[in-house]
Protein backbone atom coordinates (compact mmCIF):
# COMPACT_ATOMS: atom_id res chain seq x y z
CA UNK A 1 0.00 0.00 0.00
CA UNK A 2 2.03 2.82 -1.16
CA UNK A 3 -0.69 5.87 -0.39
CA UNK A 4 -0.39 8.81 -2.76
CA UNK A 5 2.82 8.93 -5.78
CA UNK A 6 3.36 11.74 -7.32
CA UNK A 7 5.73 11.98 -10.44
CA UNK A 8 8.20 13.39 -10.94
CA UNK A 9 10.05 14.66 -7.93
CA UNK A 10 12.13 17.40 -9.37
CA UNK A 11 11.56 19.13 -12.56
CA UNK A 12 13.13 22.25 -14.44
CA UNK A 13 11.65 23.80 -17.02
CA UNK A 14 11.57 26.63 -19.35
CA UNK A 15 9.07 29.09 -19.14
CA UNK A 16 6.43 28.36 -22.37
CA UNK A 17 7.46 24.72 -21.72
CA UNK A 18 4.62 22.43 -20.56
CA UNK A 19 4.67 19.26 -18.77
CA UNK A 20 2.28 17.18 -17.06
CA UNK A 21 2.43 16.27 -12.95
CA UNK A 22 0.84 12.74 -12.21
CA UNK A 23 -0.41 11.43 -9.06
CA UNK A 24 -2.02 7.96 -8.19
CA UNK A 25 -3.58 6.73 -5.17
CA UNK A 26 -4.11 3.30 -3.94
CA UNK A 27 -6.73 3.66 -0.67
CA UNK A 28 -9.91 3.20 -3.28
CA UNK A 29 -10.42 7.15 -2.16
CA UNK A 30 -13.32 9.23 -4.00
CA UNK A 31 -11.42 13.31 -3.96
CA UNK A 32 -8.32 13.58 -4.64
CA UNK A 33 -6.51 17.52 -4.74
CA UNK A 34 -3.74 19.30 -6.39
CA UNK A 35 -2.26 21.98 -3.84
CA UNK A 36 1.02 24.41 -4.35
CA UNK A 37 3.11 25.43 -1.81
CA UNK A 38 5.39 28.43 -2.01
CA UNK A 39 7.67 29.42 1.12
CA UNK A 40 6.27 30.76 3.79
CA UNK A 41 2.71 30.46 2.75
CA UNK A 42 0.60 27.42 3.42
CA UNK A 43 -1.07 24.90 0.59
CA UNK A 44 -3.46 26.89 -1.85
CA UNK A 45 -5.98 24.39 -3.72
CA UNK A 46 -5.40 24.85 -7.51
CA UNK A 47 -8.15 21.76 -8.62
CA UNK A 48 -10.03 18.78 -6.89
CA UNK A 49 -12.05 16.22 -8.14
CA UNK A 50 -15.06 15.21 -5.74
CA UNK A 51 -15.31 11.61 -7.39
CA UNK A 52 -14.14 10.23 -10.83
CA UNK A 53 -15.55 12.48 -13.51
CA UNK A 54 -15.79 15.60 -11.97
CA UNK A 55 -13.57 18.45 -11.44
CA UNK A 56 -13.44 21.83 -10.06
CA UNK A 57 -11.67 24.81 -9.70
CA UNK A 58 -9.68 25.91 -6.29
CA UNK A 59 -8.29 28.99 -5.08
CA UNK A 60 -5.27 29.46 -7.61
CA UNK A 61 -6.50 27.52 -10.84
CA UNK A 62 -5.14 30.10 -14.12
CA UNK A 63 -2.17 28.43 -15.54
CA UNK A 64 -3.19 24.78 -14.98
CA UNK A 65 -5.65 22.29 -16.30
CA UNK A 66 -6.24 18.90 -14.60
CA UNK A 67 -7.85 15.70 -15.71
CA UNK A 68 -9.18 12.94 -13.33
CA UNK A 69 -8.04 9.69 -15.49
CA UNK A 70 -10.04 7.28 -13.36
CA UNK A 71 -10.25 7.02 -9.07
CA UNK A 72 -6.76 6.19 -8.60
CA UNK A 73 -5.29 8.91 -11.09
CA UNK A 74 -5.47 13.05 -11.37
CA UNK A 75 -2.64 14.49 -13.28
CA UNK A 76 -2.03 18.85 -13.17
CA UNK A 77 -0.53 20.21 -16.54
CA UNK A 78 0.99 22.93 -17.33
CA UNK A 79 0.27 24.51 -20.75
CA UNK A 80 2.94 27.14 -20.61
CA UNK A 81 5.29 27.28 -17.70
CA UNK A 82 6.17 30.69 -16.52
CA UNK A 83 8.01 31.77 -13.19
CA UNK A 84 5.40 32.26 -11.09
CA UNK A 85 4.28 28.72 -11.05
CA UNK A 86 7.97 28.09 -9.26
CA UNK A 87 6.56 25.79 -6.41
CA UNK A 88 6.25 22.48 -4.73
CA UNK A 89 2.91 20.49 -5.87
CA UNK A 90 1.42 18.17 -3.58
CA UNK A 91 -1.43 16.10 -4.49
CA UNK A 92 -3.47 14.34 -1.84
CA UNK A 93 -6.66 12.51 -1.58
CA UNK A 94 -9.97 11.81 0.62
CA UNK A 95 -12.34 8.92 1.06
CA UNK A 96 -15.06 11.98 1.21
CA UNK A 97 -16.73 9.87 4.10
CA UNK A 98 -18.69 12.42 5.50
CA UNK A 99 -17.29 11.22 8.34
CA UNK A 100 -13.89 12.60 8.22
CA UNK A 101 -12.13 14.97 5.61
CA UNK A 102 -8.40 14.18 6.11
CA UNK A 103 -6.93 13.94 3.15
CA UNK A 104 -3.58 11.77 2.72
CA UNK A 105 -0.76 13.70 0.58
CA UNK A 106 1.80 12.44 -1.41
CA UNK A 107 5.66 13.31 -1.26
CA UNK A 108 5.77 16.32 -3.57
CA UNK A 109 6.80 17.92 -6.86
CA UNK A 110 9.43 20.56 -7.02
CA UNK A 111 9.13 22.59 -9.82
CA UNK A 112 11.43 25.21 -10.82
CA UNK A 113 10.57 27.00 -13.78
CA UNK A 114 13.45 29.52 -15.14
CA UNK B 1 -1.00 31.59 15.66
CA UNK B 2 -1.22 32.73 11.80
CA UNK B 3 2.16 34.13 9.94
CA UNK B 4 1.70 37.94 8.51
CA UNK B 5 3.55 38.12 5.06
CA UNK B 6 6.54 35.70 4.03
CA UNK B 7 7.71 34.84 7.67
CA UNK B 8 6.18 32.06 9.64
CA UNK B 9 5.85 32.54 13.30
CA UNK B 10 7.71 30.09 15.34
CA UNK B 11 7.81 28.48 18.37
CA UNK B 12 11.03 27.25 20.26
CA UNK B 13 10.43 24.77 23.02
CA UNK B 14 12.87 22.71 25.46
CA UNK B 15 12.58 18.87 24.84
CA UNK B 16 10.31 17.87 27.20
CA UNK B 17 8.32 20.51 27.82
CA UNK B 18 4.57 20.93 26.60
CA UNK B 19 3.67 23.00 23.43
CA UNK B 20 0.82 24.94 22.19
CA UNK B 21 0.05 25.92 18.88
CA UNK B 22 -2.30 28.39 17.83
CA UNK B 23 -4.51 29.40 14.94
CA UNK B 24 -7.08 31.41 13.92
CA UNK B 25 -9.34 30.62 11.63
CA UNK B 26 -11.87 32.73 9.18
CA UNK B 27 -15.45 31.60 8.41
CA UNK B 28 -17.73 30.97 11.53
CA UNK B 29 -19.81 28.67 9.50
CA UNK B 30 -16.87 26.14 9.04
CA UNK B 31 -17.68 22.50 10.56
CA UNK B 32 -14.32 20.57 10.71
CA UNK B 33 -10.81 21.32 11.60
CA UNK B 34 -7.54 19.44 11.09
CA UNK B 35 -4.18 20.03 12.30
CA UNK B 36 -1.46 18.72 10.19
CA UNK B 37 2.67 18.11 10.69
CA UNK B 38 5.43 18.77 7.67
CA UNK B 39 8.57 18.13 8.09
CA UNK B 40 10.94 19.53 5.47
CA UNK B 41 11.03 17.61 2.54
CA UNK B 42 8.22 15.61 2.74
CA UNK B 43 4.01 16.24 2.81
CA UNK B 44 1.53 17.16 5.27
CA UNK B 45 0.91 14.09 7.78
CA UNK B 46 -2.50 14.07 9.54
CA UNK B 47 -2.11 14.24 13.08
CA UNK B 48 -5.78 15.17 14.79
CA UNK B 49 -9.35 16.62 13.36
CA UNK B 50 -12.45 17.92 15.22
CA UNK B 51 -15.86 18.60 14.56
CA UNK B 52 -17.66 21.97 15.36
CA UNK B 53 -20.01 20.18 17.65
CA UNK B 54 -16.93 19.59 20.06
CA UNK B 55 -14.96 22.02 22.32
CA UNK B 56 -11.76 19.55 22.69
CA UNK B 57 -10.51 16.22 21.42
CA UNK B 58 -7.15 14.07 22.39
CA UNK B 59 -5.24 12.16 20.81
CA UNK B 60 -1.87 10.23 21.86
CA UNK B 61 0.30 13.12 23.27
CA UNK B 62 -1.54 15.73 21.49
CA UNK B 63 -5.39 17.74 22.43
CA UNK B 64 -7.25 20.16 20.08
CA UNK B 65 -9.04 22.95 21.66
CA UNK B 66 -11.92 24.69 19.78
CA UNK B 67 -13.58 28.17 20.83
CA UNK B 68 -15.62 28.71 18.06
CA UNK B 69 -17.37 32.08 19.81
CA UNK B 70 -13.33 33.55 19.07
CA UNK B 71 -12.54 31.57 15.79
CA UNK B 72 -9.62 29.91 17.10
CA UNK B 73 -8.42 26.62 17.27
CA UNK B 74 -4.82 25.18 19.09
CA UNK B 75 -2.88 22.40 19.23
CA UNK B 76 -1.08 21.30 22.37
CA UNK B 77 1.51 18.12 22.34
CA UNK B 78 2.78 17.57 26.13
CA UNK B 79 5.93 16.46 26.70
CA UNK B 80 7.85 17.89 23.18
CA UNK B 81 10.31 15.60 21.59
CA UNK B 82 13.32 16.29 19.16
CA UNK B 83 11.10 14.24 16.27
CA UNK B 84 8.20 17.15 17.03
CA UNK B 85 10.30 20.04 14.98
CA UNK B 86 7.96 20.46 12.07
CA UNK B 87 5.67 23.13 10.45
CA UNK B 88 2.41 22.93 12.20
CA UNK B 89 -0.94 23.68 10.13
CA UNK B 90 -4.57 23.86 11.15
CA UNK B 91 -6.83 23.57 8.41
CA UNK B 92 -10.66 24.21 7.86
CA UNK B 93 -13.49 22.56 5.93
CA UNK B 94 -15.65 25.94 4.80
CA UNK B 95 -18.70 24.77 3.32
CA UNK B 96 -19.67 22.09 5.23
CA UNK B 97 -21.99 19.10 3.44
CA UNK B 98 -20.80 17.46 1.19
CA UNK B 99 -17.89 19.76 -0.23
CA UNK B 100 -14.33 18.51 1.20
CA UNK B 101 -12.54 21.07 0.17
CA UNK B 102 -9.82 22.37 3.00
CA UNK B 103 -8.29 25.52 3.60
CA UNK B 104 -5.01 25.57 4.93
CA UNK B 105 -3.24 28.20 7.24
CA UNK B 106 0.05 29.14 6.65
CA UNK B 107 1.57 27.09 9.35
CA UNK B 108 3.70 27.62 12.77
CA UNK B 109 7.25 26.37 12.76
CA UNK B 110 7.84 24.36 15.83
CA UNK B 111 11.74 24.03 16.80
CA UNK B 112 12.94 21.67 19.68
CA UNK B 113 15.87 22.14 21.45
CA UNK B 114 17.42 19.14 23.25
Known amino acids: NAGVTQTPKFQVLKTGQSMTLQCAQDMNHNSMYWYRQDPGMGLRLIYY???????DKGEVPNGYNVSRLNKREFSLRLESAAPSQTSVYFC?????????????FGPGTRLTVT | GESVGLHLPTLSVQEGDNSIINCAYSNSASDYFIWYKQVSGKGPQFIID?????DKRQGQRVTVLLNKTVKHLSLQIAATQPGDSAVYFCAENMSGGSNYKLTFGKGTLLTVNP
Open chain 1, 92 to 104: ASSRSSGVSYEQY
Open chain 2, 50 to 54: IRSNM
Open chain 1, 49 to 55: SASEGTT
